[in-house]
């Protein structure tokens, strides 16, 4: 039996929590809404719906076959592990470990996103996420002066950005080691803030600029 649109559903950009995840998740894996409604034996207006109306409810049954298609869990579709770490799913059966080249480790550094940073203090080393882009090769991200991000400057640092896939147990991650320096030119403050492409999420006007250029960039990845 096919699930019914509600007369009133508007076409438009994937909203509320679990059309934004339904939405992500079939991007990650290059998969058309059609796709994915076929498959899951949906009506692909259906889909359109779920992912476009956050007061969408559907029914335990079509969530578990949208989770199969998708390669994930019901659990992720619905937000139940949005407070958890990454990793507390299974080793999968048979796993590969494999070395990155460094061209797909910058490629993959490239995308952007969170990171972390380990930082040197006199107590001790501290590791802190930061939102950061890649400009011109270097680790560039901003602070406000005083926090412990800030505390790179001067110092030999490793940053390191994953992505981390529980469902499936697999994931990568980059490990760049390099030097960072707070950036204090104008104009090459001026080109961060032109080319730069993430803004930090705690928001502010956080005006102090890091740059970590690489000296070592590794990453590994495992996949089933």
Do not use: K
Not at 109 to 136: C, F, K, W
Not at 160 to 183: M, T
């Amino acid at each position: 039996m096919a699930e019914r649109v509600p007369p009133n559903a508007v076409e438009g950009a994937p909203v509320g929590d679990l059309g934004r995840r339904l939405a992500r998740r079939r991007t990650e894996l290059g998969l058309t809404r059609r796709a994915v409604a076929v498959r899951a034996g949906l009506a692909p207006s259906y889909l359109r719906y779920l992912e476009e109306q956050p007061g969408a409810a559907p029914g335990t049954g079509v969530l578990l076959r949208l989770a199969g298609v998708l390669g994930t869990t019901l659990s992720r579709l619905t937000g139940g592990d949005a407070d958890l770490p990454p990793g507390s799913g299974r080793a999968a059966r048979h796993a590969e470990f494999t070395e990155l080249e460094t061209e797909e480790c910058r490629a993959l550094l490239g995308t952007h996103g969170v990171g972390r940073i380990a930082v040197p203090t006199d107590e001790g080393p501290v590791i802190v996420p930061v939102n950061y882009s890649v400009v011109d090769d270097a680790v560039v991200f901003r602070s406000d002066p005083g926090t412990t991000p800030a505390r790179a400057s001067g110092h030999r640092v490793a940053f390191e950005v994953d992505r981390i896939d529980d469902a499936l147990s697999q994931g990568w991650s980059v490990l760049v080691r390099g030097d960072a320096r707070a950036v204090t030119d104008p104009d090459e403050v001026r080109h961060l803030d032109e080319r730069a492409f993430s803004e930090p999420w705690a928001g502010g006007r956080r005006e102090l600029w890091t740059r970590i250029d690489p000296l070592e960039v590794t990453g590994r990845r495992i996949a089933v």
